[in-house]
């Protein structure tokens, strides 16, 4: 068992050290199809990693490579800044702590390095070790109160401090003195010197360093075979002809036809670049539950990371509406064992595809999860630049490349470390977060269940859409423990409390709008509270709400006089003005329906849907009313027969109409054949005024800015609000 682990270990190599995510059981029924994907594998055997001469320039890696480039494109970028916070508490001694980090330096080229260029490529520059001293902060004279603020404030400044790959260094570390016996130890480094188990490596090292120097006694390390350096070279040399085509050629095959973009429906206009801030929600799944979870991935072969992987893809496919879809998930890249204590950026990442398709059962998904997971796995060696430079994809700044979305699960959670002396825990700061994708979901396998966070990027989401993702996520699990052979269309999503706002409590249709009400009899009423208050404007055209209800009174006496009645419509045919609500306030006063027409359209189409309605009259002006001249309809020029409509009566019409009366009708494209009219009646419109002047409270709004076009329903739903 101890050797398939350690097999397991390297040919996985996950981003922490494995410890629980291949349990017994399931680690017996992997085993075979581990062998398997090595055997189908037809990579050549990499060389062994032995030291390089440091005679002639040094190479980056392909990873470095990427993050150096990024780094000449936005100089100063804080995005791959990597820090750790700890708390200290015990007898510190200072002296002996700068002594541990000398020697960690010492002991690690990647920390004494610096990135330049030779003939226009960039080359590793390992410097001569010195002395580390730290930069000790004394906090103690605050108030007790305020110290913590106080460091976690500089803990966040320490961390988006940048760095210059040019000149180093490229770790940095500081010390909070809180009191006698009680320090903050900030560290942070330049991710591309460094990985998330780089950082475990660096606090296992210190503390063993610092408790050997505490008690008078060597390192008690041993030597490094190699070098981040001599990977790097060696890396060049392999991943080259042959062996980078047959590796490269098993992921185009994968991603062949895979969606450039996951299209989440986001809270804000997605900018032209986003800006790397981060913000997360908490995400903690029962014990119980992710027991279950564990029993489901056992019983079906897989592990907790596909099972939980497979849940992820089908929430982001339920919310896109896409039944493709990329996931981002880091593996450690230390296939020797020489590389497992060395601190450098050997951290890979996997574009694992999905096809979650509403038909597949979860457990077909998971199986397809699998499959793809363990694919990857045996084709792990290709770096993800040298991937994103083969696939080309399109180039959005807005966008990260392959993928948007990210998953990790980190099945060793973090542990106090305890010395004699001394006792170090993570110190938790708050604010600062760089988000390098859009959704960015980390768990940890703990004994209380699954823990970890989902974080965001507060560019395109809002808290409550992360918080409301999480719930929706737990749902689908408790669905998925419970019935894993139901169809992934019919996996409930909601809560029960969204399922009662969405199919109960918005469609109550229960109303207090008057049963014998119409729009413009509402807004008579709203002309008695605000006669004097501006009821409409344009450019310097304004009318209060008396002035616009007695010129629409009169118009309506007008077109009474030519045949308007209920359910006779008008043609509107107007430039965007104070007249158009004049003409369809006063069409609604007549008792008519008004029919609005663009007056940049031919005239042949205009006079047509005139006819299709049958309107007695069009209400327009001088300049478009010879479109209509060869009708027998009735044209109303608002400006010619201004001196006319003055003279009428300032008060409304008789009624004539009932909320069941046409109120207008707008008329399709007709695009796709002859246009048709959609009639809307005044109980209809009115309603749907109520609801959204309570639902969005628009009744506490001073106004609005109408820009939509009235042929258009929007620029009428809009519009009476």
Known sequence: ATQLISRVRKSFALELPLRSIFEAPTLAQLAPRIEEARRQSTSATPPPLLPAPRSGSLPLSFAQQRLWFLDQLQPGSVQYNMPTALRVEGALDVTILES?????????????????????????????????????????????????????????????????????????????????????????????????????????????????????????????????????????????????????????????????????????????????????????????????????????GATPFMLLLAAYQLLLSRYSGQEDIVVGSPIAGRRFSELESLIGFFINTLVLRARPEGQ????????????????????????????????????????????????????????????????????????????????????SETPGGFLGQLQFSPDLFTEATAARMVRHLQVLLEAIVSQPDQRLSELPLLTPSERQQVLVDWNTTTSSVPADSCFHHAFELQVARTPDAPAVRCEDSVLTYAQLDARANQLAWHLRSLGVGPETCVALCLDRSVDTLVALLGVWKAGGAYVPLDPAQPALRLQSLVDEVSAPAVVTVSQHAASFASLSANVVRLDADSETLSRLGTTAPPRQDSPGSLAYVLFTSGSTGRPKGVAVAHAQLLHYVRAATERLRLADCSSFALVSTFVADLGNTVLFP
């Open 360 to 443: 597949l059962s979860f457990l077909g998904l998971l199986r397809q999860v699998r499959e793809t997971t363990l694919g990857a796995y045996a084709h792990q060696d290709v770096p993800f630049e040298k991937l994103v430079e083969e696939l080309q994809p399109v180039r959005d700044l807005s966008r990260s490349p392959l993928f948007q979305a990210f998953f990790t699960l980190q099945n060793t959670p973090t542990q106090d470390v305890r010395l004699p002396s001394l006792s170090l825990r993570p110190l938790d700061v708050q604010g600062g977060e760089v988000a390098k994708f859009e959704l960015n979901l980390t768990l």
């Open 100 to 300: 541990a980090f000398t020697e960690l330096v010492r002991r690690h080229e990647s920390l004494r390095t610096t990135f330049g260029e030779e003939s226009g490529s960039p080359v590793q520059r390992i410097h001569p070790p010195s002395a580390v001293r730290l930069d000790v902060v004394d906090l103690t004279g605050l108030p007790e109160a305020q110290r913590m603020d106080e460091a976690r404030r500089l803990a966040s400044e320490h961390a988006l401090r940048p760095f210059n790959l040019a000149t180093g260094p490229l770790l940095r570390v500081s010390l909070l003195r809180l009191a006698e016996h009680q320090h903050a130890l900030l560290l942070t480094v330049h991710h591309i010197i460094s990985d998330g188990w780089s950082n475990g490596v660096v606090v296992r090292e210190v503390v063993a360093l610092y408790e050997a120097l505490r008690q008078g006694q060597p390192s008690p390390l041993p030597p490094l075979p190699v070098q981040y350096a001599d990977y790097a070279v060696w890396q060049r040399q392999w991943l080259q002809g042959e062996a980078l085509e047959t590796q490269l050629g098993w992921w185009k095959e994968q991603l062949a036809g895979a969606p450039p973009h996951l299209e989440l429906p986001t809270d804000f206009i997605r900018p032209p670049e986003l800006s790397h801030r981060g913000a997360t929600v908490p995400v903690s799944l029962p014990r119980e539950l992710s027991q279950s979870l564990k029993a489901l991935a056992q019983r079906e």
